[in-house]
């Protein structure tokens, strides 16, 4: 079985500083990885994934990560973050052969303040 | 083009009664999966239907079934609703294949049991 650890319950930065969001998971097998944000009363939306290749994945919204397969982590990173980057992040994976079946870490609330 | 659209948005049901939740997927997508959140436990998978047929379950108890129809769309129902069946229910839909593996969440369906 697969599981997602995300290391940081919550993390409070100022406008303009840089974050790291991180997380380590453990599996088996093969996983591909994922960061997805969301907004109050919202959905999920997809910032990034790690399929396969280059270990920097750059995503929407200015967001990058970066797989480390001997650390198993997926670090989600932002050089300067925006009010708006106020939100949760959830960290996923997913084995290749497990259909669409996602498991998701607890979730990092990021807040942006002033 | 549309995204995945869940209703109702809002529902409010007393203990004991049964609801349904619906999901159109986005179109040509033939994978819907299911996710509760709440707050205690996160994001939890529920089940995954492509084709017609479960394809992946999660570990809830049986009151917590699903089905999917021939275009795709999907419902989920519970049954004899306990107060901790209040979540925000997701559904996530995806193109078939294990390359294609970005998961489209809707908005949800807020759930209280009273």
């Known amino acids: 079985a697969q599981s997602v650890t995300q290391l940081d319950s919550q993390v409070p930065v100022f406008e303009e500083a840089p974050v790291e969001l991180r997380c380590n998971y453990s599996?088996?097998?093969?996983?591909?990885l994922f960061w997805y944000v969301q907004y109050p009363n919202q959905g999920l939306q997809l910032l990034l994934k790690?399929?396969?290749?280059?270990?920097l994945v750059k995503g929407i919204n200015g967001f990058e990560a970066e797989f480390n397969k001997s650390q198993t982590s997926f670090h989600l990173r932002k050089p300067s973050v925006h009010i708006s980057d106020t939100a949760e992040y959830f960290c996923?994976?997913?084995?290749?052969?497990?259909?669409?079946?996602?498991?998701f870490g607890e979730g990092t609330q990021l807040t942006v303040n002033p | 083009k549309a995204g995945v659209t869940q209703t109702p948005r809002y529902l409010i049901k007393t203990r004991g009664q049964q609801v349904t939740l619906s999901c159109s997927p986005i179109?040509?997508?033939?994978?819907v999966s299911w996710y509760q959140q709440t707050p205690g436990q996160g994001l939890q998978f529920l089940f995954e239907?492509?084709?017609?047929?479960?394809?992946n379950k999660g570990n809830f108890p049986g009151r917590f079934s699903g089905r999917q129809f021939s275009n795709s769309r999907s419902e989920m129902n519970v049954s004899t609703l306990e107060l901790g069946d209040s979540a925000l229910y997701l559904c996530?839909?995806?193109?078939?294949?294990?390359?294609?593996?970005?998961?489209?969440f809707g908005q949800g369906t807020r759930l209280t049991v009273v």
């Open positions: 996530a839909s995806s193109l078939p294949g294990h390359q294609n593996t970005e998961a489209f």
């Open positions: 599996s088996s097998v093969s996983v591909y």
């Open positions: 790690y399929l396969s290749g280059s270990t």
């Open positions: 996923a994976v997913k084995k290749e052969t497990s259909g669409s079946r996602l498991t």
């Open positions: 179109s040509g997508h033939r994978s």
């Open positions: 239907y492509f084709s017609e047929t479960q394809r």
